[in-house]
């Protein structure tokens, strides 16, 4: 027979088994509490606010998972997968895949109300900022509104890549006190050699740490094959995330603290 006491206790069971916190939300997907409370601010998590705490059904976070395990889009698959901040390292077969999966990370930029910013070297080999536009409003992209509101840049390298670091300093100071991420795309430049495009990276990581800036660094898989063992693993360590994209597939991986013993 069940008493006043013991209905109460059900209903408080029930309630702390259907209500998550950012907390136990965050560690359930794999990324930091900042990410969840942006993701119910923007409504990509159906969330509630019980005074100054996000609350999300259990129920709605499986189906949150199951949408996300039913894209079968490359936009999708990164929407899911990508962070604010965000440092990745892109590993692709070929230049087509290279230009595809560079307008899905900036479509992911434009939903998640970010500034987008693609990087290009001035090379007669690679498409001009022109033929790149065309591409993203191919791509579905309203080029020219971004372009209007100052949302979407494209930036021609000249000279050496190793005044990126400036300019992105620049870039991130320039944004300061808007509120919205920075999203930045270039591809891997090894014109000064192995060792210096990884110092750039280092930099880069440290940037990424104390900013909103969301970077991808592209880079093809033939370049990738040529460097040595060592370089490759360093190449991965340094960066949260590697996204590879093939023919065969896409596979997406995190770089994550070592266990405890």
């Known amino acids: 027979m069940m008493t006043a006491e013991s209905v109460a206790t059900g209903q408080r069971s029930h309630v702390e088994e259907e209500l998550l916190s950012a907390e136990e939300v965050a560690r359930v997907l794999g990324v930091g509490q900042v990410t969840v409370w942006r993701w119910c601010r923007e409504g990509s998590l159906p969330c509630m606010k019980i005074g100054r705490s996000w609350r999300l059904r259990r129920s709605a976070l499986e189906e949150f998972l199951r949408r996300s395990e039913r894209s079968s889009t490359l936009v ?22 290279m230009s595809r999966l560079d307008f899905a990370f900036l479509r992911v930029g434009e939903a998640r109300g970010g500034t987008l910013v693609k990087y290009q070297r001035d090379d007669p080999r690679l498409p001009s900022t022109d033929e790149l536009r065309e591409e993203l409003r191919r791509a579905g992209m309203e080029v020219d509104r971004l372009e209007d509101a100052r949302r979407l840049r494209f930036v021609t390298e000249v000279g050496e890549p190793g005044n990126r670091m400036e300019e992105m300093r620049r870039l ?35 940037l990424v740490e104390d900013s909103g800036l969301v970077i991808q660094t592209t880079v093809l898989e033939d370049d990738l094959d040529e460097w040595p063992g060592a370089t490759q693993r360093q190449a ?11 023919e065969a597939g896409l596979a997406l991986s995190r770089v994550v603290p070592p266990p405890a013993l």
């Open 236 to 246: 991965h360590v340094m960066h949260s995330g590697t996204v590879w994209l093939s």
């Open 76 to 97: 999708g698959q990164l929407r899911s997968f990508v962070q604010v901040p965000d440092n990745i390292m892109a590993i692709v077969q070929g230049r087509e895949l």
């Open 172 to 206: 991130v100071a320039g944004e300061a006190g808007n509120d919205r991420s920075i999203w930045i795309n270039f591809n891997w430049d090894l014109s000064t050699g192995i060792e210096e495009a990884l110092a750039q990276q280092r930099a880069l990581t440290e």
